[in-house]
Nanobody, 115 residues
């Protein structure tokens, strides 16, 4: 079992930045990849960024150049640095972990970007 707890969401204006954090606990040594997804109102949950246990990263096209995913293995934490935020980035952001084919999710953190 893996538990994920997100933090760092909030209300910002367009062009500002936020950093999301996700702390993993439990059977963390079984985690392969961790990432961030988001759920916009009326839309399906979509991938934002993912980082592998080896440190390789992948981003959705709509965040390339604006968002950066990173990890601190000593703190069992994955971050999502979000710069140049846009109103269309408003969503609930979820942390995800893949462990031997099982999906684990956090409860989500709300990011609201005002214009």
């Amino acid at each position: 079992q893996v538990q994920l707890v997100e933090s760092g969401g909030g209300l910002v204006q367009a062009g500002e930045s936020l950093r999301l954090s996700c702390v993993a606990s439990g059977n963390i040594h079984s985690i392969n990849d961790m990432g961030w997804y988001r759920h916009l109102p009326g839309e399906q949950r979509e991938l934002v960024a993912v980082i592998s246990s080896g440190g390789s990263t992948k981003y959705a096209d709509f965040v390339k150049g604006r968002f950066t995913i990173s990890s601190d293995n000593a703190q069992n934490t994955v971050y999502l640095q979000m710069n140049s935020l846009k109103p269309e980035d408003t969503a609930v952001y979820y942390c995800h972990a893949d462990s031997f084919g099982y999906d684990y999710w956090g409860l989500g953190t709300l990011v609201t970007v005002s214009s």
